[in-house]
């Protein structure tokens, strides 16, 4: 067993933790609630709440979730809901009472909905009401008993509450009418919780906290059952990796990722809470232009991303106006950040674009780069502590350092397991060794590039193309706004590469970029066909689908 990261650790950062100083997110929250009392948690559309008020609403509704509904330990509730100050709550009370979190991706068409609630077993859901006319679809299908619906604005105040409810429902109309025999408010929930006493259940390290799905962008969506242990065993790994830059009281995060994807769920909502951060919670990234003037309004100090959202912001001509001048950290993942865009970041606000790695089934955090100015862009960084990393060959053979080969992590974020599939589980998890399906590299220093999926390489002519390479070049075109590659079926090669591209200058032409990538690539690497589209699919969180790209192209020849 190899510990890469032994060689060059970075200065500052403790290696020798203690993993067992919370026994449950129970402990973790009772110290952030007696730290921070009168510190503000969590910030949406102006409204904000304390550390105290956090801790007395959480309460309430895991009062409500016990006693009026009489859900128990080990219970499965959904939470369909983007980034609004209700998440926080019903994430932590439901926490407090050890039932299991199910986070659901509120853009989910029925379908998706009803294979992840029939798969967990949810008894409950929470659901925002824009969403609740999906939810009414498929609801027979599924063994939820108990619906909470929340409005937009139920946090927001009275007066700006009832305001941006009645625009929402009725200006922009964006609640559907939907047919729901029975349900609770969040508001009557919150109310009914008031009324009884909080008696906190007792959890143990191993039980469950999340079940969280995997995007299912490479096969069906699987429960990844995440324990107590796992999850807070890498919020202590994460701390331990950014203790030499941040401190307790002083950080302002601004949290554009959805809560219910296990990037944000973990870094900022969980980490930052530690730190006891001032979470500032954004509900539609999407609105680039909305989305800055949000931002105008603090000066931050961390944000989180992946590569199409600092992407956005670099091309919004006001993001550049901003004031950069408390920001100490971006963090990148979920997908790979491009050279181009974290260069480019780093220009305009004079702050590194910190790339990491992870995945849900490692909760999720594997790597990060360093905090003291020696981070390698183009790479993932460095095995954070207590992790170790190897990498195979097909044969399951262990590769010299310097060669591909897929990723296997082993520590104590990796899962228990998927959900009520072991086979599955068996398939990915060997003698404690998580098999990623990514492949990557390790140079001198112990940093790792992430090459690409195994699943997604190209073979053309007997030679793995990997699409990851190609997208970093024909990004750097100044003409190219983003570009995804894939592979299509060649009678002489097996496979020939694609590249799809959003353009950022209509003048550019499939001649213009054929040259370029000649310049950069070998010949069998650059792309042989070339289309352009309006827009890229992308997952909830904004990676580029590569597989529907691929399933448009073999559909219709679209691109």
Same mark, same amino acid.
């Given at each position: 067993?190899?510990?890469? #990261?032994?060689?060059?650790?970075? $200065? ?31 910030? %949406? ?36 809901? *983007? ?13 407090? $009472? ?5 986070? @659901?991706?509120?853009?989910?068409? *029925? ?17 925002? $009401? ?49 047919? !729901? ?21 007792? !959890?143990? *390290? ?34 331990? #990796?950014?203790?030499?830059?941040? /401190? ?48 105008? %309004? ?46 480019? #970041?780093?220009?305009? @606000? ?24 020696? %981070? ?56 404690? #060794? ?21 699943? /997604? ?16 070049? !024909? ?10 590659? !894939? ?35 070998? %010949? ?26 691929? /399933?448009?192209?073999?559909? $219709?020849?679209?691109?």
């Amino acid at each position: 067993m190899r510990k890469f #990261w032994t060689k060059n650790y970075p $200065s500052g950062v403790n290696n020798s933790l203690n993993l067992n100083q919370y026994n449950s997110f129970v402990d973790l929250f009772n110290e952030g609630f007696k730290k921070y009392p009168n510190d503000i948690a969590f910030e %949406n559309m102006g409204k904000s709440i304390t550390f105290k008020e956090l801790d007395e609403l959480t309460k309430s509704f895991s009062n409500f979730l016990t006693h009026e509904l009489n859900l128990k330990k080990g219970d499965r509730i959904a939470i369909q809901s *983007p980034n609004v100050l209700q998440y926080p709550v019903a994430l932590f009370g439901a926490i407090r $009472s050890g039932i299991i979190v199910v986070n @659901t991706n509120p853009l989910y068409t *029925p379908d998706e909905m009803r294979h992840q609630f029939k798969d967990s077993g949810c008894k409950a859901i929470l659901i925002l $009401s824009n969403f609740a006319y999906n939810l009414e679809k498929i609801i027979e299908d599924t063994a939820i008993e108990h619906v909470i619906i929340s409005d937009m604005g139920d946090m927001l105040g009275t007066v700006k509450g009832a305001l941006i409810n009645f625009v929402v429902k009725y200006v922009k109309k964006m609640v559907p009418n939907y047919s !729901i025999d029975s349900f609770y408010s969040f508001k009557k929930a919150i109310s009914i919780g008031k009324k009884h006493t909080y008696n906190q259940v007792e !959890i143990q *390290p191993n039980d469950i906290a999340f079940l969280q799905y995997t995007g299912g962008t490479t096969g069906v969506s699987k429960g990844a059952m995440l324990s107590h242990k796992n999850v807070i065993s890498n919020v202590i790994q994460v701390s331990a #990796w950014m203790d030499i830059l941040l /401190e307790e009281r002083k950080e302002i995060v601004i949290t554009a990722l959805p809560l219910y994807h296990i990037f944000a769920l973990v870094c900022n909502a969980l980490v930052m809470f530690k730190y006891g951060a001032r979470n500032i919670l954004i509900t539609n990234p999407r609105d680039m232009d909305g989305f800055v003037k949000e931002l105008s %309004n603090y000066k931050f100090s961390i944000i989180t991303g992946v590569n199409t959202l600092f992407n956005g912001l670099l091309n919004n001509k006001k993001f550049h106006d901003l004031d950069f001048s408390e920001l100490k950290v971006a963090f990148g993942g979920g997908m790979a950040v491009q050279d181009v865009v974290a260069n480019q #970041w780093k220009d305009v @606000t004079g702050c590194p674009l910190v790339e990491g790695y992870g995945l849900t089934e490692t909760s999720p955090v594997v790597t990060i780069n360093p905090l003291d100015g020696t %981070n390698k862009i183009g790479t993932i960084g460095l095995p954070i502590p207590e992790t170790d990393i190897k990498f195979i060959d097909d044969k399951n053979k262990e590769v010299p350092k310097g060669e591909r080969g897929e990723i296997c992590v082993k520590g104590p974020q990796v899962m228990e397991g998927y959900w009520e599939r072991k086979k599955e589980t068996d398939e990915i998890i060997k003698d404690g #060794w998580l098999y990623t399906g990514d492949i990557g590299v390790i140079d001198d220093d112990g940093f790792i590039k992430i090459v690409d999926r195994k699943k /997604e390489m190209v073979l053309v002519s007997g030679f793995n193309v990997f699409p990851n390479e190609v997208e970093h070049v !024909i990004s750097s075109h100044p003409k190219v706004l983003e570009v995804g590659v !894939i592979g299509v079926p060649d009678k002489k090669t097996t496979e020939a590469v694609k590249a799809v591209i959003v353009k950022k200058d209509d003048s550019l032409t499939e001649e213009e970029i054929k040259s370029f990538c000649k310049e950069k690539l070998t %010949n069998y690497k650059c792309p042989k066909h070339v289309g352009f589209t309006d827009e890229l699919p992308k997952s909830n969180v904004g990676k580029i689908l590569r597989r529907i790209i691929k /399933e448009k192209d073999l559909e $219709s020849n679209s691109y």
